[in-house]
């Protein structure tokens, strides 16, 4: 041992995350010095982690300042009260206003966007390493690498070495040679990527919760993080790796006697932990790898074995290193934290309905899930489509409104307990009768959902009644992707969707046409649907809101892909008495881009082209939902689409905004 804690004459000197050091250093002059710099590597590196945090937490509330200062001069602007009524200024008198309102300065921001956009927003090209991932998520994963290794090598002594005699040991030729340690800059080095892998622990956990307080301060959705917290993941079993390669060569290696100095080091209780924790975090990221959620395990498997893991990862780091628990501790209770507020939120919207009170106990301890109305479209090539309807009472509106384009954790009582799947409402989050309204459509596919379509079609088959199956709702999560839109009467909308992606986009589209009056046709704007689904009949999922927008004036678009009946007949669209409202046949039906028997998928590039040059005025806002490939095609054809120096000039329609669901990325 270098240092001899039983002195009892020596001074120590404490330092934060380490072990205390005793003054005066009594050993060799090569010991002294290693000393020197390994206490002195390791107290910048604890504070090069308080910088770390420090940029992270500044950035967090200057963006989340920032935010609330824009909101509010929003809010006070002049007619951005959201009305729509009559009297006011008409889209073009609107956007005419805001063109002299905005000064060189707004004009300039917006140029900026729009170039920004045309650059970062499309997937980068190493997509085999980073999946379908824009280039500004990239880059800020860049940066924040870029940063680590900063701090990893910052305030080092390169390549310092000291060879230091080993007490009580010479050579076995009996000739006088002293055998001696071999310290170098590996031993502090290894400790400062060690510190760094604790703190970056706290962050990882902050960037996978559910519950999310980074949504709270950038108004991002937690999806948005999960591209950051599986590479801080990676980063994390680098440094970890790197941690225990760097002592194994400096106790195995470098340091004399050999066998003796490495068994008397593994017989350490905290080095026993370290190894433990690395088992873990490289078990933890091997089930974490899409292959392996894909083929091996499942999404459901992977999650829970996921949390479990990463909690026992957590645990053993404390006894291999208690003095760093500081990381730690915030980091379990962040895990906690979340998992309590969804327990919390689940059971506000699930206890105390005053229809189920039983007994003389107290009503808010009645859990009762949801009853929802199921139906179901049997798709053996594809995939089954389920849609469900069901109701929250009147008492819990408040509690369970959600904003258009948030979704819930629908977890089916009939199935597994202990699994739950987001989906987007497809309906408004509209007041009636029976309550607030959840309806939802989603393909089955293998696991749970899969399960739950079989338990429909069973239900279906055993004689004439409604189909029914308790649900249980936690939710709602994300962020609102319409606020605003509707007064804003010289914004455009494209809205593209892919098979059940049509969940995501159509309450946009059904928000925007609710209080229109007659028809968009005097509004000037120009909003249009883009559905590209498997077969034609397919538009039976949805069959009211298609009337409705088509009723409204919203040009609607459909793609056939992947049809292989070409003799069966376009369905018609009936009301819930069965009466045919719309058919896809006749002259009233929204157009269908490719015919019977023909496969054609949407050019997007085209489309988006196509939509940005019919507009008359006014920015776009196109909204997204589909498979990832279909969303990496939209971004870069939203992303050549516009031009920062045309913007600059005044020319708006070349402001184009990308929002697309990306759950899946």
């Not at 190894?275 to 078990?283: I, N």
């Not at 809205?495 to 229109?516: N, S, W």
Request: charged content about 20%; some cysteine.
């Amino acid at each position: 041992m270098i240092q001899d804690y039983t002195d009892t004459a020596a001074q120590l000197e404490p330092h934060f995350g380490y072990a205390d050091r005793i003054l005066p250093c009594k050993s060799d002059s090569g010991s002294c010095a290693y000393l020197d710099v390994i206490y002195g590597s390791h107290d910048r590196g604890i504070f090069y982690t308080g910088i770390l945090w420090g940029t992270i937490v500044g950035i967090l509330a200057a963006w989340g300042l920032g935010r609330r200062i824009v909101s509010f001069r929003r809010r006070t602007r002049p007619g951005a009260d959201g009305g729509r009524n009559n009297d006011g200024p008409d889209p073009e008198q609107q956007q005419q206003r805001q063109r002299r309102g905005a000064g060189q300065g707004e004009r300039m921001r917006r140029a900026i966007a729009a170039t920004s956009r045309r650059y970062l927003l499309p997937n980068t090209p190493l997509r085999a390493v980073f999946g379908h991932t824009t280039r500004l998520q990239v880059i800020m994963l860049g940066v924040l690498a870029g940063y680590l290794a900063v701090w990893s090598f910052a305030g080092m002594v390169a390549f310092g070495t000291w060879r230091t005699p080993v007490k009580g040991q010479q050579q076995a030729g009996g000739d006088g040679v002293i055998i001696t340690n071999t310290r170098t800059s590996l031993g502090p080095w290894a400790n400062r990527v060690g510190v760094l892998a604790y703190s970056l622990t706290p962050l990882s956990v902050l960037l996978a919760s559910r519950e999310s307080a980074l949504s709270l301060a950038t108004g991002l959705p937690y999806t948005s993080f999960v591209f950051l917290h599986r590479w801080v993941g990676h980063i994390v079993l680098l440094q970890s790796v790197l941690h225990t390669a760097g002592w194994i060569i400096v106790e195995a290696r470098l340091y004399r006697p050999q066998p003796t100095v490495w068994q008397a080091f593994v017989a350490h209780g905290y080095v026993a932990w370290g190894f433990a924790a690395l088992a873990l975090l490289v078990l933890l990221w091997a089930l974490a790898l899409g292959w392996t959620v894909r083929r091996v395990t499942g999404y459901e498997v992977f999650r829970k074995a996921h949390y479990v893991l990463a909690m026992l990862y957590i645990g053993a780091l404390v006894p291999h290193w208690v003095k760093l628990k500081c990381f730690l501790v915030p980091a379990m209770a962040l895990w906690a934290a979340d998992r309590l507020v969804r327990l919390v939120r689940t059971a506000a919207l699930h206890c105390g309905w005053p229809e189920f009170a039983k007994g003389s106990g107290p009503k808010w301890l009645n859990f009762e899930p949801a009853t929802a109305l199921a139906g179901i479209w049997r798709d053996d090539q594809h995939g089954d489509i389920v849609r469900l309807k069901f109701h929250l009472p009147q008492s819990h509106a408040a509690r369970g409104r959600w904003r258009v384009g948030q979704h819930f954790f629908l977890c089916f009582a009939e199935g597994r307990i202990w699994q739950s799947h987001p989906f987007t409402p497809l309906s408004l989050p509209m007041l009636e009768e029976s309550g607030l309204c959840h309806e939802y459509v989603f393909r089955a596919k293998k696991g749970e959902t899969g399960r739950i379509a079989r338990l429909v079609a069973a239900q279906g088959s055993s004689g004439p009644g409604p189909v029914t199956m308790p649900v249980i709702v936690q939710g709602p999560y994300g962020i609102g992707i319409a606020d605003g839109l509707r007064s804003q009467l010289h914004v455009n909308v494209l809205c593209i969707a892919g098979g059940t992606g049509i969940a995501y986009v159509l309450p946009v589209l059904l928000d925007l046409v609710r209080d229109e009056g007659p028809g968009l046709a005097e509004s000037h704007r120009h909003i249009s649907l883009i559905w590209a689904i498997k077969r034609a009949r397919d538009v039976e999922w949805v069959p009211s809101q298609l009337q409705q927008l088509h009723a409204r004036g919203v040009n609607i678009r459909l793609f056939v892909t992947d049809d292989d009946e070409p003799s069966v007949p376009r369905p018609a669209l009936l009301d819930e008495k069965g009466a045919e409202v719309m058919s896809t046949q006749g002259h009233k039906a929204p157009p269908v881009a490719s015919g019977p028997g023909i496969v054609q998928r949407p050019d997007l590039e085209s489309e988006v082209d196509q939509f940005v040059s019919g507009t008359e005025f006014g920015p776009t806002k196109v909204f997204g939902s589909g498979p990832p490939g279909m969303i990496s095609d939209l971004r870069a054809a939203v992303a050549k689409a516009n031009s920062g120096p045309k913007v600059w000039k005044g020319e708006d329609r070349f402001d184009i905004k990308l929002t697309c669901d990306d759950r899946l990325e």
